[in-house]
């Protein structure tokens, strides 16, 4: 869906690269890259047991579509509150800051979540990226490495920041 697609043409990147940089990684550092499409709250279960997640995808901040953004996202910074009536668990009625708030209250957020992307230039029904989003999908793809090779068997984060 033109600029909507952008989280997979990063995901596509991201996987030609990610064998040639495993070898330059800490060891014992796990990495798994799954693609979901739609946030909803069935996402929270694959978040289990993990220190750290990456969410890819576009970010509305109505600037130039070839931004980057780069939120880091301490776990217990995220709300306490749940409220089982307020969610609705349907596949599109969710969004991220729900999801993380359910993950968080059946303790499978990580300790550390990155969301990264680009502000979108145009939606529409069309397969592929706009100019300026196929620009921004790599400069997130190399950031994306570049958040992996700063990582230590920890997960201290300091360097990010």
Known sequence: MYDDGFAHYVIEILEDKLDRF???????????????????????????????????????????????????????????????????????????????VFAKKMKFLPEQIIIIGCEPKTIKAEIRLSEEVSKASEKVAERILEILKILDNELNLNELN
Do not use: C, R, W
């Open 22 to 100: 495993k070898g330059n990684l800490p060891d014992g550092l796990g990495i798994e890259i799954v693609e979901f499409g739609t946030v909803n709250f069935t996402m929270a279960n694959y978040l289990e047991g993990y220190k750290f997640a990456i969410f890819i995808d576009t970010i509305h901040q109505n600037k130039s579509p070839e931004g980057i953004y780069e939120f880091l996202i301490k776990s217990d910074e995220v709300s306490d509150d749940f409220d089982p009536f307020k969610f609705s668990f349907g596949f599109h009625d969710s969004d991220l800051k729900d999801m993380l």
